[in-house]
């Protein structure tokens, strides 16, 4: 009796190993074979991004090619953590060791950064505490400049989602900026580049330079002697 009831369990046991081995097997050719396309697909689009080559934008000159507007760069310091996450104690202590006359923003918002300008001579230091693993990251921020100049500051005009709106930024516009690049990049799960997946798609036209007839200093000594 006792042998009947182990070889019934016995007989179970083996169909149910040999239907979940079907199973598995079934499910591979599927994934394998028929599905393949489909799922490459998906795979792509979640790894590819295509991503945006901005055009540089041309200079406002003057008459003598003093430079009058340009396009500038500064360095931002971000928190790389995500949201809701708090910045360790031991970071905060490494970080106000390496910049005690700097008073950082409470490091608490990883929506803005905790920085908007950084020195050269910072970067040097942020480097080996971002090589050890502390959150946080240095991004390069093109910004329009002017020159420190009560006229430029009144006819230079204003941009805005890299379009002139006003003044001279808006005159020559069409000029000015140019026309954006496209490339696309292979990213990991911390949405990293892959090394070598640089694709680029589309060479940026870069805008061009504009020469007023304006002499700024002539313009600036006008305005001293109103």
Same mark, same amino acid.
């Given at each position: 009796?006792?042998?009947?009831?182990?070889?019934?369990?016995?007989?179970?046991?083996?169909?149910?190993?040999?239907?979940?081995?079907?199973?598995?097997?079934?499910?591979?050719?599927?994934?394998?074979?028929?599905?393949?396309?489909?799922?490459?697909?998906?795979?792509?689009?979640?790894?590819?991004?295509?991503?945006?080559?901005?055009?540089?934008?041309?200079?406002?000159?003057?008459?003598?090619?003093?430079?009058?507007?340009?396009?500038?760069?500064?360095?931002?310091?971000?928190?790389?953590?995500?949201?809701?996450?708090?910045?360790?104690?031991?970071?905060?202590?490494?970080?106000?060791?390496?910049?005690?006359? =700097?008073?950082?923003?409470?490091?608490?918002?990883? @929506?803005?950064?905790?920085?908007? #300008? +950084?020195?050269? &001579?910072? /970067?040097? $230091?942020?480097?080996?505490?971002?090589?050890?693993?502390?959150?946080?990251?240095?991004?390069?921020?093109?910004?329009?400049?002017?020159?420190?100049?009560?006229?430029?500051? =009144?006819?230079?005009?204003?941009?805005?989602?890299? @379009?002139?709106?006003?003044?001279? #930024? +808006?005159?020559? &516009?069409? /000029?000015? $900026?140019?026309?954006?690049?496209?490339?696309?990049?292979?990213?990991?799960?911390?949405?990293?580049?892959?090394?070598?997946?640089?694709?680029?798609?589309?060479?940026?036209?870069?805008?061009?330079?504009?020469?007023?007839?304006?002499?700024?200093?002539?313009?600036? #000594?006008?305005?001293?002697?109103?």
């Amino acid at each position: 009796m006792c042998d009947d009831r182990f070889s019934r369990r016995l007989h179970i046991a083996v169909i149910l190993f040999f239907v979940c081995i079907a199973v598995i097997a079934a499910r591979t050719l599927y994934i394998g074979f028929w599905a393949r396309e489909k799922y490459l697909t998906e795979s792509e689009q979640i790894s590819v991004r295509n991503i945006t080559i901005p055009a540089h934008r041309g200079m406002i000159l003057d008459k003598n090619g003093k430079k009058l507007v340009w396009t500038g760069h500064r360095f931002e310091l971000w928190c790389t953590l995500r949201a809701g996450k708090a910045f360790s104690r031991r970071w905060k202590k490494a970080l106000k060791e390496t910049f005690p006359e =700097r008073n950082f923003q409470e490091l608490t918002d990883w @929506s803005i950064p905790l920085c908007l #300008e +950084l020195r050269s &001579d910072e /970067i040097a $230091k942020l480097a080996p505490l971002i090589r050890t693993g502390c959150p946080l990251k240095i991004r390069t921020v093109r910004r329009r400049m002017k020159r420190r100049s009560d006229v430029v500051d =009144r006819l230079a005009g204003d941009m805005r989602n890299g @379009s002139g709106i006003s003044g001279w #930024e +808006l005159e020559y &516009d069409h /000029i000015l $900026k140019g026309k954006n690049g496209r490339a696309k990049v292979v990213v990991d799960r911390r949405q990293n580049w892959l090394h070598g997946s640089f694709e680029l798609i589309e060479n940026p036209v870069h805008g061009k330079d504009i020469t007023l007839t304006v002499d700024i200093e002539a313009e600036e #000594e006008k305005e001293k002697n109103k």
